[in-house]
């Protein structure tokens, strides 16, 4: 179920933004300790969020999303326990988590380290398309800006 994010999600999904950007940019040289000074950024990103949602799962934080004022996405991470159903295939919960966006915004953007091939990969499938690609700020690292518009 996706719903609104609440003060008492908060833990769980700091601690699932934290896990999981350890685990999608294990190319790091030290990714635990990149994404530790990035926690502020992550609170700031969620101060200025006007949109914050999680999907709830029997009373678990699988995945989540928040959204800016201006549709940037800075921040969307699925649970990789949580990805897929036994098969195999995907629950798409990353999908899930989009769609009141796609519904409610005219258009979306975010950005992606271009290494996060899992990512890049999920913005394509979800009709997003690369815009621009360059450098981050203070690291260096090649990113891709994106975008997605309703039709």
Not at 30 to 40: A, T
Not at 65 to 94: L, M, Q, T
Not at 128 to 150: M, N, R
């Amino acid at each position: 179920m996706i719903r609104s994010m609440n003060n008492l999600d908060m833990n769980r999904v700091e601690e699932l933004w934290f896990n999981e950007s350890i685990r999608v940019h294990n190319w790091m040289d030290d990714p635990q300790g990149f994404w530790d000074e990035k926690r502020k950024d992550f609170h700031t990103a969620l101060h200025k969020s006007d949109t914050k949602l999680v999907f709830d799962e029997d009373n678990i934080v699988k995945g989540f999303v928040i959204k800016w004022p201006d549709n940037y996405i800075p921040e969307i991470f699925v649970d990789h326990k949580h990805r897929a159903c036994p098969n195999g295939k995907s629950k798409k919960i990353g999908r899930a988590l989009l769609k009141p966006l796609k519904e409610s915004c005219p258009s979306l953007t975010a950005s992606v380290y271009m290494l996060n091939h899992y990512a890049i990969k999920f913005y394509i499938k979800n009709d997003f398309i690369i815009k621009s690609f360059y450098a981050e700020q203070g690291t260096g690292f090649a990113k891709l800006s994106i975008e997605w518009k309703k039709h």
